[in-house]
């Protein structure tokens, strides 16, 4: 099994990585905040008369130059992370679970099985990403409209527009509103800290022929979600299970430990307390 040393090490990388990412992120999603910006500013300062017109097309073009660059940013971000960042988590995961078990980590390689887990992992992230990208375009053409109708109506209200089309937040399934970093850092750490895991899951089964994981998670954590009176701490589960669950939320300190000892045992329980 590996010291404490060593698990400590690549949860601190981990949590490296996803500060990083974060503010790359967040880095990106400021383009879009500072062409709002810029255009409320220009849009404010436009009074009604001759140029108005030409003034409004040339506020518009900039906000529009802005998502474009927005856009490439953030497409850049998620092609890195899917094709880069990812694939070298999920191998920090499946190294930290041979280190644990004191198993050669010159032996683990890009197998076909390897390959085929990390794409399918990859290709979700990536989609998610660019999902949310869309949907943040969709809404800052949507400001867009409605600065320019109230210009030209001459019902400009900087504060209004800016209250009605927050695009420094993204909107989750339950129409709550989030800061862009606090999405960015949660998204991030669910993705990272799963790919992680299921490198380690998945290299536990293929590369060292297990079949039972022990859990470390919070105390209170439970196993498919946070509050699922199924609590994951301690436990030992089958590695189908550890594959279908990585992390039960957001943050989650879950880690997975190999327990060969347990390889060819029957009367073991998915969720046993051991």
Known sequence: MTTPTRTRSLRTRLLAFITAATSRL???????????????????????????????????????????AFDRAVTAFAERWASQ???????????????RADWPTISWSW????????TTITTQ????????????????????????DA?????F??????????????????????????????????????TANAGGARTALDDMGAQFLE?????????AEHNDPDRANRT????????????SHAHCVREFLPRLDLTGRTNIQSGALL
């Not at 960042?85 to 280190?99: F, H, I, K, S, W």
């Not at 197998?111 to 990390?118: G, K, M, N, W």
């Not at 527009?161 to 998204?187: E, K, M, Q, S």
């Not at 030992?236 to 992390?247: F, S």
């Open 26 to 68: 967040t880095a990106a999603w400021s383009i879009l905040t500072r062409a709002q910006d810029r255009l409320l500013a220009a849009l404010a300062a436009i009074r009604p008369g001759r140029g108005a017109t030409s003034r409004i097309r040339a506020a518009t073009t900039a906000f529009q130059q802005g998502l474009a």
């Open 111 to 118: 197998t076909q099985r390897h390959q085929d887990a990390i």
């Open 125 to 148: 992230c990536y989609v998610d990403l660019i999902g949310r990208l869309r949907e943040a375009l969709r809404r800052a053409r949507a400001f867009l409209r409605a600065a320019q």
């Open 236 to 247: 030992v589960r089958t590695i189908a299970d550890a594959l279908a669950h990585p992390l």
């Open 151 to 155: 210009t030209r109506s001459g019902r």
């Open 85 to 99: 960042d990812l694939p070298t988590v999920y191998r920090d995961g499946a190294l930290q679970m041979l280190e």
């Open 215 to 223: 859990v470390h998670d919070g105390a209170d954590c439970g196993w």
């Open 157 to 194: 209200n900087l504060e209004q527009l800016r209250a009605d089309h927050p695009l420094g937040t993204v909107i989750y399934a339950n129409d709550a509103r989030h800061p862009v970093h606090a999405w960015a850092a949660a998204a991030l750490s669910w993705q990272t800290v799963s």
